[in-house]
């Protein structure tokens, strides 16, 4: 019922940049929170940049100034525009929301993950 469709992920050069796309659909009553975690290989996922339930935004040290998260409320969009990319920042890119649907006439919040993108940065 509910998807999470990301898009943008590729190989570049240490220094170049990526924009991260991704949409939320299907029977969502509200979204409470939304961003962007990654992976690396043999790393625990952390989380890169999201929005709280409040609107703030929340960035990992190791990429403020240089990654900027942004929404699109009405479609149910965040971006996450990657500057100044480092072969650290090479991972598999997940995006999460924490969403509210409708199940009948009863509410359930849950959250849901895409299905991954790589990012791959060569020095």
């Known amino acids: 019922q509910v998807e999470l469709v990301e898009s943008g992920g590729g190989l570049v050069l240490a220094g170049e940049s990526l924009r991260l796309s991704c949409a939320a659909s299907g029977s969502i009553f509200r979204v409470n929170a939304m961003g962007w975690h990654r992976q690396a290989p043999g790393q625990q996922r952390e989380l890169v940049a999201g929005f709280t339930s409040t609107g703030s935004k929340r960035y990992a040290n190791s990429v403020k100034g240089r990654f900027t998260i942004s929404r699109d409320y009405a479609n149910n969009t965040v971006f996450l525009q990657m500057n100044s990319l480092k072969p650290e920042d090479t991972a598999v890119y997940y995006c999460?929301?924490?969403?509210?649907?409708?199940?009948?006439?009863?509410?359930?919040?849950?959250?849901?993950w895409g299905q991954g993108t790589q990012v791959t940065v060569s020095s």
């Open positions: 999460a929301a924490d969403l509210v649907t409708l199940v009948d006439t009863q509410t359930l919040t849950k959250r849901y």
